[in-house]
């Protein structure tokens, strides 16, 4: 069974700081999917990246980075100097790789709060 | 735009009624999902549907049905079988990987707004 955990339940870090979600992973499957939406006040979850597991090289995209450590099951997520705008409620997300099975499965979330 | 539309935004339900959620796409996305989101237990998968005239059963389907009469289309009903109904839902599509051979946007989730329901 698939399994993504995000133990950092709420963070909260002063506008400017640097700040890493953790998320950690477990599969069973040697090719998988990870991801990363974001959950702003808003409601709807937005889509930032996917990674399939036999690409470990970091990705960066602005100020976003995403660090994937097989060794290790995890991909964490990394905002560089922070801005209000990132307050958000983040989710992991884990899918296999069968073909037509697309289902995901998220972690609880990390909830974001980036104070001025 | 293309897009996903949930409605209603907010639905209040008295205990012992059913009610339907509306989910609409028009990206032309061949899967579409049910996810309910809880304070602290992130989303579940209620239903999933990848072809019409089909669907599966999620980790919570207990309560809920679902119909997927047209590509477009995949309200969800809230059964009062359904006994903790209270609960934000989420609905979303992806392409699938069959479609033209190109994975690159399969197993991508675009998530609708959601539909805030509160049981009285």
């Known amino acids: 069974a698939q399994k993504v955990t995000q133990a950092q339940t709420e963070i909260s870090v002063v506008e400017k700081e640097d700040v890493t979600l953790d998320c950690v992973y477990e599969?069973?499957?040697?090719?998988?999917?990870l991801f990363w939406y974001k959950q702003p006040p808003s409601g709807e979850l937005v889509f930032l990246i996917r990674?399939?597991?036999?690409?470990?090289q970091n990705e960066i995209s602005g100020r976003y980075s995403w660090n994937f450590q097989k060794s290790t099951s995890s991909f964490n997520f990394t905002i560089t100097a922070s801005q209000v705008v990132d307050s958000a409620v983040y989710f992991c997300?884990?899918?296999?790789?069968?073909?037509?099975?697309?289902?995901?499965?998220f972690g609880t979330g990390t909830r974001l709060t980036i104070i001025p | 735009d293309g897009g996903i539309t949930q409605s209603p935004k907010y639905l209040f339900r008295k205990e012992g009624q059913n009610v339907t959620l509306s989910c609409e796409q028009n990206?032309?996305?061949?899967?579409m999902y049910w996810y309910r989101q809880d304070p602290g237990q992130g989303l579940r998968l209620i239903y999933y549907?990848?072809?019409?005239?089909?669907?599966q059963k999620g980790d919570i389907a207990e309560g809920y049905s679902v119909s997927r009469e047209k590509k477009e289309s995949f309200p969800l009903t809230v059964t009062s079988a359904q006994k903790n109904p209270t609960a934000f839902y989420l609905c979303?599509?992806?392409?699938?990987?069959?479609?033209?051979?190109?994975?690159?946007?399969?197993?991508?989730?675009?998530f609708g707004a959601g539909s805030r329901l509160t049981v009285l």
């Open positions: 979303a599509s992806s392409m699938v990987w069959w479609v033209g051979g190109d994975s690159s946007g399969a197993n991508v989730l675009t």
């Open positions: 599969t069973r499957d040697t090719t998988y999917y």
């Open positions: 990674r399939n597991s036999f690409d470990e």
């Open positions: 997300a884990l899918s296999e790789s069968n073909f037509g099975n697309e289902k995901l499965t």
């Open positions: 990206l032309n996305h061949d899967a």
């Open positions: 549907s990848q072809i019409v005239n089909d669907f």
